[in-house]
């Protein structure tokens, strides 16, 4: 039987890397995974480690829309992410950390 536990995280990012090889439009088409590449770095580098977690993620469902940034349990959500917009995102969870 599975054991239920809080997750250790304040903040956990999700990044869409789903790629569907061309067949139809997917997160991977635009650069995701140079946007997780960029976000565990900055997160890496501001001393968040065990405090935030990026990991990837498979499709979320809105890959029309993206790249797709999700990050829980704040429930924010970015889309049409680029390597340009993780500063941004930076930004929104430092404010996470900052009101946890």
Known sequence: MAVQHESP????VFVCTNDRGGTRKSCADDSSHLV??????????????GKVRVS???CMGLCATGPNVMI??????FSG????DVDGIVSVIGRF???A
């Open 36 to 49: 997780k590449e960029a976000l565990k770095r900055v997160v890496d580098g501001k001393g968040w480690k």
């Open 97 to 99: 950390i900052a009101d």
């Open 56 to 58: 990837t993620s498979g």
């Open 72 to 77: 829980y349990p704040q429930k924010a959500w």
């Open 9 to 12: 995280y304040l903040v956990h």
């Open 81 to 84: 992410v680029s390597p340009d």
